[in-house]
T-cell receptor, first 115, second 110 residues
């Protein structure tokens, strides 16, 4: 499967614990995005990487959140000291700005439940 | 604030009918308007997209109508099928900023 993959698919944690999610984009895509989606809502932009550089961060991304893309390939999203309000689906997407296409390809998401 | 407003929140259509979902935006900088389909437990998948220089785009049973002056666009699903039952999101983008609507849950009754 050459699509975007995310691991784990589900994560249950206790409040106050740290969690880390991984995203593997489509191999030739240099752009990678993280989104958060809560029930009944559309995805909300969190952050964007072009290659290894983190170029944009949403105000939704509090100090407890950090994202990396160390070699311009896979990316990790870490949430420190999780809170119940962090419970959501975390989506990763990748794209390649070929021609005029803005198409983003989404992974299946990681569903986080904070107890 | 919600950059893209989507309606209705839910929609029930008989098999073979037409499903219509509407979206509106304010920011005239948006230059790409995709529609995504999402099934439970899956990430959104691109269905069809349009740029503001055209008023309509059709791909199979799916059509986007775009009204630049009204800053509105809509998705029409012709001959709706039970397999179309999913949540649909419109989005508007410029640069690398994607703004999604709140989604429409479509149920197609056999």
């Amino acid at each position: 499967d050459t699509g975007v993959s995310q691991n784990p698919r589900h994560k249950i944690t206790k409040r106050g614990q740290n969690v880390t999610f991984r995203c593997d984009p489509i191999s030739e895509h240099n752009r990678l995005y993280w989104y958060r989606q809560t029930l009944g809502q559309g995805p909300e932009f969190l952050t964007y990487f072009q290659n290894e550089a983190q170029l944009e961060k949403s105000r939704l991304l509090s100090d407890r959140f950090s994202a990396e893309r160390p070699k311009g390939s896979f990316s990790t999203l870490e949430i420190q000291r999780t809170e119940q309000g962090d419970s959501a689906m975390y989506l990763c997407a990748s794209s390649s700005r070929l021609g005029s296409s803005n198409e983003q390809f989404f992974g299946p998401g990681t569903r986080l439940t904070v107890l | 604030q919600q950059q893209v407003k989507q309606s209705p929140q839910s929609l029930i259509v008989q098999k073979g009918g037409i499903s219509i979902i509407n979206c509106a935006y304010e920011n005239t900088a948006f230059d790409y308007f995709p529609w995504y389909q999402q099934f439970p437990g899956k990430g959104p998948a691109l269905l069809i997209a349009i740029r503001p220089d055209v008023s309509e785009k059709k791909e199979g049973r799916f059509t986007i109508s775009f009204n630049k002056s009204a800053k509105q666009f809509s998705l029409h699903i012709m001959d709706s099928q039970p397999g179309d039952s999913a949540t649909y999101f419109c989005a508007a983008t410029y640069g690398n900023q994607f703004y999604f609507g709140t989604g429409t849950s479509l149920t197609v009754i056999p």
